[in-house]
């Protein structure tokens, strides 16, 4: 069997090393070095770690352990409003295997041992399904034939184009993004040292707050650059009718906007951005599929997908890794349990619902309270309730933390 894997993102290299044994795989992508490419801290869920362990080879898997924040850095979740105030702290439940790493550590990493698999600077323009096989083809004409094509290209897939076009639609959120080195950055509200926190303000602009990269003991050397300083991910979420347009926007112009629209929040968060590291500053815009329409709106052949290709989700789950994963995992399984292809791959896309829509679901509620909150008498709602939630979450986490050292 020849598979032909359409993409080397978190998906695509899962996939690739499950599938090691049993196929021989061809994995392309667009980037000239797993390296090149970025992103924050991605937080995998149990379920995607069981896939991880199970497929990746052990000492890979030890890598990532060596690259991810312990478990005390994500054991609670915390919502706060603008003046980052908790209103809500909900702990996470104990005792979970999770693997808390900057998607470029764990991308390098999963690109190791797959040797001349892995075809960069290999961008995909088509992809074409034949009755006993499939082909994608290169931006320099090229054509790589295999029994399967798996689109792990993302959302917008170009693998897909001509199956099924839009896979998924703009939420109409744009994500502004950056990172601040610890040294750099102000004094930080105690809740961060125990997990992430989305703070709120009444006209539905959210600030996601994360420390990460702290206190690794020992880093391989190779990956010190992909994990980078101890640092605080701030990630400003915002309807793209509040914001100008910031397609061509630089980082600096990046900040400054993402500044401005914080600018009656509290002021260590303007601290916080004005000293972020520029060349880590980038803006997203979020795509989600339709959770109630089918995942593959296509006659079965020999072209499938797996992750944001099919189930993309905007980052307010912090899901979507996780759920491409668990989706290379299924795939894999099904490939390797079932010599017939077709009836693998059919199995495989039954299954994928069980996991993906739940995930999209729980990314979209974010965005469906910032979208509500576009609305004048929404936001007069909103402005009060907010306030009182602030003043009096802060004094609820104030006696519970009372006589601890986290005041
Ligand atoms: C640069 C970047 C930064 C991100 N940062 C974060 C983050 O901080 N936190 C978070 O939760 N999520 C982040 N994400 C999203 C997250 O990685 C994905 O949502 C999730 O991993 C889904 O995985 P996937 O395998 O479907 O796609 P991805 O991991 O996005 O991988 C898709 C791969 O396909 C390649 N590709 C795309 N088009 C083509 C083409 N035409 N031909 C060949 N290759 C192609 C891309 O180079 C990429 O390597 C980021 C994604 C990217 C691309």
Redesign the pocket.
Known sequence: MRVIV???????LVLAHALRDHAEVVV????AHPGD??????ALTPEAVAVVEQHVPARLVDRIRSVSDGPRTFSQFTIADSRLRPIVVAPEPPGQDRMLCQ?RAL?QILAEGLGDSIRFA????SAEAHAEGASVTLTDGTRIDGDLVVA???AR???LRRLAPETSADTGLVGI?GSTPLGRAPRFPRYLDHGPALAVDRFGTGMFLSLTSRGLSSPPADLADAVGPPSLVWGLIARRDALPDVRDADPEELAATASVLVRRWHPWLQDAIAASAADRTAA?SFRAADPSEPRFPWSPCRITA????VH??P?TG?R??S??IRSAGALADALIAEADIDVAVARYQSRVNEWARPAILESLGPVRVITALRHPLAQLVAGPALGVAGAVGAALYRLRVRGTRDD
């Open positions: 359409s993409g080397a993102g978190l998906g695509g392309v992508d667009r980037d490419t970025g992103g924050y801290r991605i998607r991308r290999s961008t995909v323009t792990a290209d993302g897939s170009a693998t993004a997203f797996i992750g944001d290709a993309a989700m980052p912090g979507a890794g759920t491409a």
